[in-house]
Nanobody, 123 residues
Framework: QVQLVESGGGLVQAGGSLRLSCAAS????????MGWFRQAPGKEREFVVG??????GYADSVKGRFTISRDNAKNMVYLQMNSLKPEDTAVHYC??????????????????WGQGTQVRVSS
């Protein structure tokens, strides 16, 4: 079992950057595929990025702007978000899934979730 806590959200102007952090405890993040999802007001939660088993996958909407990374020594996962747009406004969630072939892009594949951190991008 792993516990996840996100931080780093906030308010930023369009074109700006934020780095979200996900602190894991209980088990090492190496044991999981780690992903980020987001949920905008009035919308369903959607896949943003996942990394595990030597693979990484990004949603088309963030490709080239967002980067996922891990610090295994600190048991942390990060989401660097650049060139932010107002449509990136959402609660962003860190999640962990058992390692499988490829990167799962559906919520049901992820077993553990953080509480979320709010990102707001002003135009």
């Amino acid at each position: 079992q792993v516990q996840l806590v996100e931080s780093g959200g906030g308010l930023v102007q369009a074109g700006g950057s934020l780095r979200l952090s996900c602190a894991a405890s209980g088990r090492t993040v190496n044991a999981y595929t780690m992903g980020w999802f987001r949920q905008a007001p009035g919308k369903e939660r959607e896949f943003v990025v996942g990394a595990g088993g030597g693979s990484t996958g990004y949603a088309d909407s963030v490709k080239g702007r967002f980067t996922i990374s891990r610090d295994n020594a600190k048991n942390m996962v990060y989401l660097q978000m650049n060139s932010l747009k107002p449509e990136d406004t959402a609660v962003h969630y860190c999640a962990a899934a058992p390692v499988v072939s490829g990167i799962p892009r559906i919520e049901a594949a992820y077993r553990y979730w953080g509480q979320g951190t709010q990102v707001r991008v002003s135009s």
